[in-house]
């Protein structure tokens, strides 16, 4: 097959240097949630649980699912009344190479047919925005990447990782391997911030590191808009805040200095939301191929392996 799916294209890239600017965003408190995928039910949940000081970010991917006009025109409209970074998502509905993929960059334990399958969501996506050329233009002028400041914290905040919109370095693997902490480390000096928020990978993570005496992390949301793990119906999305997170929302988290960084669980309707994709997609389709199983049941995925304290399975099903 061809690279489509798993290259990365050069514009995707950038050096973690750019991170060592001025703050762009100020907060009290940040829900961070990559991954939307198209869930409206997943967009209202968020709309409702949104603190009133609260500042929320999307940080890519927030299309995938919504193959149709209406929840297409409804997801962005939404979406683009807060903070918005673009996603590969987002940057490939413009391409004009009608053998372009999803620009996922998938490694190589990816097996083909899930690269395949986000290939052909992904054509079948780009003909539904293709009728929105100023809404598409709109989501292709987003940045890539975000620097926050939450209390003392400085928070870059990107869909993929440190290098690139598409890049992996901050999925549950990379996080959790053994040559983590240097190679952090190194990222973290390089872009002067304490905290990485990411999405992209689809599933979700969490590391925290020390070096000459500071304190930093990385927290991958995984996916706001889809189950994460085994046997849940719920997304996760991240919050950043100098206030504690309600126990109620609260899935795992840690905290630096007077900041607090969390996953949160959202609750988002889940009948609702498989009416929507069931409809769109239903079942001889790509996505309904490649996602149902893991909308219905959760991926084969857990909070331990998120959190790196179990190894985990040979999971095929990453990203877009």
């Known amino acids: 097959m061809s690279d489509s799916g798993r290259s990365c294209p050069l514009h995707y890239r950038y050096a973690p240097r750019e991170f060592a600017r001025a703050e762009e965003l100020n907060a009290d408190t940040l829900v961070i949630a990559g991954g939307l995928y198209g869930n409206l ?42 903070v918005a970074l673009r996603g590969n998502v987002e940057t490939e509905l413009q391409s004009d190479d009608p053998d372009a993929g999803c620009g996922c960059a998938y490694p190589p334990e990816i097996d083909d047919a899930q690269v395949e399958h986000s290939n052909a969501v992904m054509s079948r996506l780009r003909q539904i925005a293709s009728p929105f050329p ?62 990485f928020a990411s999405s992209h990978t689809c599933l979700p993570a969490l590391r925290k590191l020390r070096s000459a005496g500071r304190e930093f992390a990385v927290i991958n949301n995984g996916a706001a808009g889809m189950p994460n793990f085994a046997g849940t119906h719920y997304g996760v999305a991240t919050r950043i805040s100098i206030r504690p997170c309600p126990p109620t929302l609260r899935l795992y988290g840690t905290r630096i200095g007077g900041v607090f960084i969390d996953a949160i669980k959202l609750h988002y309707d889940h009948i609702c939301f498989v009416d929507q994709f069931l409809a769109d997609w239903p079942e001889g ?19 331990e392996m998120a959190l790196g304290i179990v190894p985990e399975p040979q999971l095929t099903q990453h990203a877009c």
């Open 41 to 82: 039910a997943a967009l209202d949940l968020l709309h409702r649980l949104l603190e009133p000081e609260a500042s929320l970010v999307f940080n890519g991917d927030f299309n995938w699912f919504n193959a149709n006009p209406a929840a297409f025109s409804s997801i962005n409209s939404q979406v683009l009344r807060h």
């Open 134 to 195: 100023q809404l598409t233009g709109q989501l292709m002028a987003l940045p890539m990447h975000l620097v926050a400041a939450v209390g003392d914290l400085r928070i870059a905040i990107v869909h993929g990782d440190a290098r690139s919109l598409s890049g992996w370095e901050f999925g549950h693997t990379a996080l959790h391997s053994p040559d983590s902490p240097a190679d952090l480390t190194g990222i973290f000096e390089q872009a002067n911030v304490d905290v």
């Open 285 to 303: 389709t790509a996505a309904h191929d490649a996602y149902c199983s893991r909308i219905l049941h959760g991926p084969d995925f857990s909070v």
